[in-house]
């Protein structure tokens, strides 16, 4: 029996399918894929045994070992392929070019209906260069319909 419930927002069956078929994939157990994509092996486990979903910058390094899109790892898409970028942006890069190419200010963002996230989040994203978390990072995907590749600098193409 699982010691979380089910309706919990760090849980994601769909994700803990995709996160045993990576590690399937390289024919490894958990601890060696975890040492293989520099993370930690107790989120390894959490995530294949629970589907408990690890923090932005852990997703993208599985991503980036795997080679595969931020969606895919998710268990958001089944397209696998995906194209790096030539030149790597930041997030924090990629957010205020969108916020530039766009015409927008900081406000019309968080006043946006799909956001929920404040000002002030996007102020410490930028000047601290945090990563927001899953849920704010895929709004902003969204608001700016883009793919959170892209905005991760991880892709150039947009979509």
């Known amino acids: ?13 769909v ?3 995709r996160i045993k078929e990576l ?3 390289e024919e490894c157990g958990n601890a060696e894929f975890a040492d293989r ?3 930690s092996r107790n989120i390894v486990s959490a995530a294949v045994n629970y589907g408990i979903l690890p923090t932005v910058k852990t997703l ?4 980036d070992h795997a080679g595969r899109s931020f969606a895919y790892v998710l268990g958001m898409s089944d397209e696998p392929a995906f194209e790096p970028a030539e030149n790597p942006a930041s997030f924090h890069e990629r957010l205020l070019l969108l916020i530039r190419e766009n015409n ?8 946006h209906p799909k956001a929920t996230f404040s ?3 996007i102020h410490v994203w930028i000047k601290r260069k945090n990563l927001p978390a899953l849920e704010f990072l895929l709004q902003l995907a969204e608001i700016f319909r883009v793919s959170p590749d892209y905005l991760l600098g991880r892709t150039d193409y947009k979509n």
């Open 1 to 13: 029996m699982s010691k979380l419930p089910e309706d919990s927002v760090n849980v994601s069956p």
């Open 15 to 17: 994700f803990q399918k």
């Open 23 to 25: 590690v399937a994939d």
């Open 37 to 39: 994509c520099g993370i």
């Open 60 to 63: 993208v390094k599985i991503a």
């Open 104 to 111: 927008m200010r900081f406000s019309d963002v968080t006043n």
């Open 119 to 121: 000002r002030n989040s």
